[in-house]
T-cell receptor, first 116, second 109 residues
């Protein structure tokens, strides 16, 4: 079955370390997104990419970096510059660009990052 | 960007119909109304989308009045497994999804 795979499901990071969250999709979708969710809150957009080798900052990009070298993959690096990285991170994709109307967004099952 | 307002939480019992209303007074002409469902520690799942009048699928119905300033998600005969957070979003092609707090639905036996 096609879908989005995020790994790992749980991740622990020491302060000052960079960590990379993996997101892979086999849906042949053009656009991919990273969201952050804090307890009791909605999702906030970190970065998005509408084509390979191109990406744009979302609303809360500071302290994060991404790459899009392959259509299937959109890894997110949480750097030591991110002051409050403990959160639930969700990756999503759409067939077309942002604001896909037909069919909606497909989300992965998330990675829960905890700073220890 | 249209802002949406929906109840923070709702309670229901198994077998009941649940209606969750969302207000979006500033909806634009080319905006669509979309609902997502999210279970704990999972990503949101697309439920239904509409532009006007009524849309129905195997999971839910979406009622949109003529002025489109609100919409109602209707879940028929809920079960315990429908306990989740439901998000109402308003956006257009090329627009950004803005997730609010959503409505936390609790279904009791």
């Amino acid at each position: 079955d096609g879908g989005i795979t995020q790994s790992p499901k749980y991740l622990f990071r020491k302060e000052g370390q960079n960590v990379t969250l993996s997101c892979e999709q086999n849906l042949n979708h053009d656009a991919m997104y990273w969201y952050r969710q804090d307890p009791g809150q909605g999702l906030r957009l970190i970065y998005y990419s509408q084509i390979v080798n191109d990406f744009q900052k979302g609303d809360i990009a500071e302290g994060y970096s991404v790459s899009r070298e392959k259509k299937e993959s959109f890894p997110l690096t949480v750097t030591s510059a991110q002051k409050n990285p403990t959160a639930f991170y969700l990756c999503a994709s759409t067939p077309g660009g942002m604001g896909q109307i037909d069919g909606g967004y497909t989300f992965g099952s998330g990675t829960r990052l905890t700073v220890v | 960007l249209a802002k949406t307002t929906q109840p923070i939480s709702m309670d229901s019992y198994e077998g009941q119909e649940v209606n969750i209303t969302c207000s979006h007074n500033n909806i634009a002409t080319n905006d669509y109304i979309t609902w997502y469902q999210q279970f704990p520690s999972q990503g949101p799942r697309f439920i239904i989308q509409g532009y006007k009048t009524k849309v129905t699928n195997e999971v839910a119905s979406l009622f949109i009045p003529a002025d489109r300033k609100s919409s109602t998600l209707s879940l028929p005969r809920v079960s315990l497994s429908d306990t989740a957070v439901y998000y109402c979003l308003v956006y257009n092609q090329g627009g950004k999804l803005i997730f609010g707090q959503g409505t936390e639905l609790s279904v009791k036996p």
